[in-house]
């Protein structure tokens, strides 16, 4: 039984690192490409069009056309027979957490002392013996802002939080003109960071009381078909409790919230009489209701008792606290649009400014698939709600819609804020000539290499001087890109 636990949670850890693997491969063929200079398939991130909570955002913002509905519904379908399964075996973000835990061997003796009785502190918000409902007011908030903007959603789901930090890091890291460490390479991964801090101060801290998906997928993991089950075998030691890192085992050790157990067999291996299985049975989200201890045929002690269904019931206060939170959610969109964003230039397909800032999550698909790696997020300029989203540095790299680039930023968006375009639509700036720093202007220098780089022949040399015909540009960049003088002479700037 002993090695049958062990292979179990092996088996697990191998599932969790396959699926982050998965879920990193998208970024390895970029690294390919920068790194060989070779081209390779680009492919979509396959697990967003996954996600249920933005699945919820774009119901309530936006238009049903670009919603990916199959892929959700499936994952709420498997919630129904597997509960949460998907936080413990799938998730990245848990999968990462579950990774570094055991750098915290200060918890070992925190539970140390909790089987000991250790006094509880009078007031704690967030104790570590019990989950809060902080995360169900998260969602709630997260949610109505989403009826104005799917920035909340993209600001606090995990999925989108881990494919940010990820992107930004490995786009940084793999430039071909590595730029200096922006502000936003902290700001996007400041999050990430937090989740997993605070995991080195509770177990799954984050997954129990703060993540929007958890919540949303807690909801239907109480009526689950995959139990866990207790045998005759267990004399109610609590063991199986003080190891359950989602503190889903009640007092009474029968006792199992299936909204939060993501089944990790932590209990399982715990269990010193091997009296812990997990297996199908009746529906799930049941209380075990201890009659008393009767004798088998042989003389054993053996548990009698019966399930009841574990109903989610709400207070006045809770209810009063999800109210409180959707109207707090409200009230920050406008104070968020207070800013004065200055133009940027914004990937070709993008949704009107104001449009493309309420629908882009942030998750930086885009970023990561651009083949010049002229994408990169932006921090204040476009202002506090615009914290994140793509923007167009021609410097590091132009844009250009042709065979080597089929409009991939639209492809992989998977919140319909880029849309495709035909190369003949392609007009997201126009270039402008610093004559001052021009070797054709300045120093009649016969350089007509923004002239070569052009592809739409807006750049033209009269005279051995540069100008721009603003009817052909694009404002694609590749002038300003492969400009000679440092800082470059050509600029491209906003429509």
């Not at 191998?14 to 920068?34: D, E, M, N, S, T």
């Not at 597997?82 to 799938?90: D, E, I, N, Q």
């Not at 993540?211 to 005759?232: V, Y």
Request: charged residues 15%; proline residues 7%.
């Amino acid at each position: 039984m002993a090695s049958r636990n062990r292979s179990d949670k092996l088996g697990r850890k191998l599932v969790q690192v396959g699926f982050v693997l998965l879920c990193l491969y998208p970024l390895a063929l970029v690294i390919y490409k920068r790194v060989t200079f070779r081209p390779g398939p680009t492919l979509t991130s396959w697990l967003l069009p996954f996600d249920p909570l933005l699945m919820a955002g774009e119901l309530v913002q936006r238009d049903w056309s670009v919603i990916v509905i199959g892929a959700p519904l499936l994952l709420i379908a498997l919630t129904f027979i597997f509960g949460r399964a998907f936080c413990g075996w799938v998730c990245p973000v848990g999968t990462v957490l579950d990774l570094i835990r055991p750098i915290a061997f200060w918890q070992k003796q925190d539970s140390a002392k909790a089987k000991a009785k250790r006094p509880p502190v009078k007031w704690n918000p967030f104790p570590s013996t019990h989950n809060t409902w902080a995360r169900y007011y998260i969602l709630i908030a997260a949610l109505a802002g989403g009826a104005f903007s799917l920035q909340a959603l993209g600001l606090l789901d995990p999925l989108v939080i881990f494919h940010r930090t990820v992107t930004t890091i490995t786009v940084n890291a793999f430039a071909l003109r590595q730029p200096d460490l922006r502000v936003y390479l902290s700001v996007v991964s400041l999050i990430f960071l937090g989740i997993v801090a605070l995991e080195l101060w509770q177990p799954r801290f984050w997954c129990r009381n703060l993540c929007p998906l958890g919540a949303l997928l807690s909801l239907f993991s109480r009526w689950s078909l995959l139990n866990r089950h207790m045998s005759e075998a267990c004399n109610s030691c609590g063991d199986c409790r003080h190891v359950c890192p989602m503190n889903a085992i009640g007092k009474e050790p029968h006792n199992t919230d299936y909204g939060d157990c993501t089944f990790c067999l932590e209990c399982e291996s715990a269990c010193a009489k091997r009296g812990i299985t997990f297996g199908w049975g009746m529906l799930a989200g049941k209380q075990w209701q201890r009659e008393g201890v009767i004798q088998d045929a042989t003389g054993a002690p053996q548990l009698k008792g019966y399930y009841t269904s574990a109903e989610l019931k709400v207070s006045r206060r809770q209810l009063l606290g999800g109210m409180a939170a959707g109207a707090a959610s409200l009230a920050l969109v406008p104070v968020v649009g207070l800013t004065n964003p200055r133009k940027v230039i914004r990937p070709p397909g993008a949704l009107p400014e104001d449009e493309f800032v309420r629908t882009c999550i942030a998750c930086q698909e885009c970023v990561r698939v651009c083949p010049t790696g002229g994408l990169r997020p932006t921090f204040l300029e476009s202002g506090l709600a615009g914290i994140g989203t793509p923007q167009l540095i021609p410097r590091q790299g132009g844009c250009s819609i042709n065979p080597s680039c089929p409009d991939l930023c639209a492809q992989v968006c998977p919140v319909g804020a880029l849309r495709p375009i035909q190369p003949e639509e392609l007009r997201i700036g126009l270039a402008h000539v610093d004559r001052s720093l021009c070797l054709a202007w300045d120093q009649g220098v016969k350089c007509i290499v923004c002239v070569e780089a052009c592809l739409v022949n807006a750049a033209q040399a009269y005279n051995g001087r540069v100008t721009v015909d603003p009817q052909r540009c694009t404002g694609c960049g590749r002038c300003e890109s492969g400009c000679p003088v440092a800082g470059s002479a050509i600029h491209v700037k906003s429509l």
